[in-house]
């Protein structure tokens, strides 16, 4: 029963600002405690965050766990980057961190594309709701292996002045222009997520049709990035092309 203010505000204010605002010091606490361990300790606040979230009809309670979700997404966004590079570095293996990124993205795109499908069903027989509750059980189940993973490096060999850090951001033009530009784009295609959800239900699209424009979305998102690794596409290629998709 929230209106698209309420939809809107709840994501600006509790989830991408806080986002944003989490975004540098868990990058410093990553540094501190170790890439391996930051993204364990996102596993619990990410499950926490979902399930309560399926649980909760009061918007009180959804500002509590978007807050849990965005303590999530900043301990894991970054660190897992981060580990992956340290690993694949380790073992004289760099060069395949770009194949290695695909493959990621790749597999990603595909578990977008079952759970398109499984949530139909899902809401189908159980509700909205229930679909929240199924990521927490998905989270929970892979926490385990969350804590496979390995630290490559120690604190001590990475940045340990959470100042330093910051100061070498602000003094780095580039680097705050990329972090600009890519929030804007991030908040730009997430707001477009909740507002197409509205608009969905206001046109009365079922939840069947909304699955399967999901899934075809994924599907389409997952060639294109096929097609343009075997094009060989440059880095800079993609800021064009992205600004045209918004447009």
């Known amino acids: 029963g929230l209106t698209p203010a309420q939809v809107v505000g709840l994501e600006a204010v509790f989830f991408s600002g806080f986002w944003v605002m989490w975004?540098?010091?868990?990058?410093?606490?990553?540094?501190?405690?170790?890439?391996?361990?930051?993204?364990?300790?996102?596993?619990p606040f990410a499950a926490l965050g979902f399930g309560q979230y399926g649980?909760?009809?009061q918007?009180?309670?959804?500002?509590?766990?978007?807050?849990?979700?965005?303590?999530?997404?900043?301990?894991?966004?970054?660190s897992d980057v981060a580990l992956l590079h340290e690993s694949l570095s380790a073992t004289?293996?760099?060069?395949?961190?770009?194949?290695?990124q695909h493959r990621i993205m790749a597999a990603s795109k595909r578990s977008y594309m079952i759970g398109a499908l499984g949530s139909i069903a899902i809401v189908?027989?159980?509700?909205v709701a229930a679909t929240l509750i199924v990521d927490a059980l998905i989270i929970l189940i892979g926490i385990p292996i969350l804590f496979r993973l390995t630290e490559v490096y120690s604190g001590a060999q990475r940045t340990g002045n959470f100042r330093e850090t910051l100061r070498a951001f602000?003094?780095?033009?580039?680097?705050?222009?990329?972090?600009?530009?890519s929030i804007g784009i991030s908040i730009i295609t997430y707001f477009a997520v909740w507002l197409t959800a509205i608009y969905y239900q206001q046109l009365g699209i079922t939840v069947l049709a909304v699955g399967l424009i999901s899934f075809f979305k994924q599907f389409a998102m997952l060639r294109l990035s096929k097609w343009m690794k075997l094009r060989r596409f440059q880095y800079r290629h993609w800021w064009w092309l992205t600004g045209i998709a918004i447009a």
Do not use: Y
Request: glycine residues 12%; proline residues 1%.
């Open 55 to 57: 649980l909760s009809d």
């Open 124 to 127: 189908h027989w159980f509700g």
């Open 23 to 43: 975004e540098l010091p868990s990058g410093w606490i990553a540094d501190k405690i170790g890439h391996a361990r930051s993204i364990q300790l996102s596993g």
């Open 170 to 181: 602000m003094g780095n033009f580039e680097v705050r222009a990329f972090m600009q530009l």
């Open 92 to 100: 004289n293996r760099a060069d395949e961190e770009s194949s290695w």
């Open 59 to 78: 918007f009180w309670q959804f500002c509590i766990m978007e807050l849990l979700i965005g303590i999530a997404q900043g301990l894991l966004s970054g």
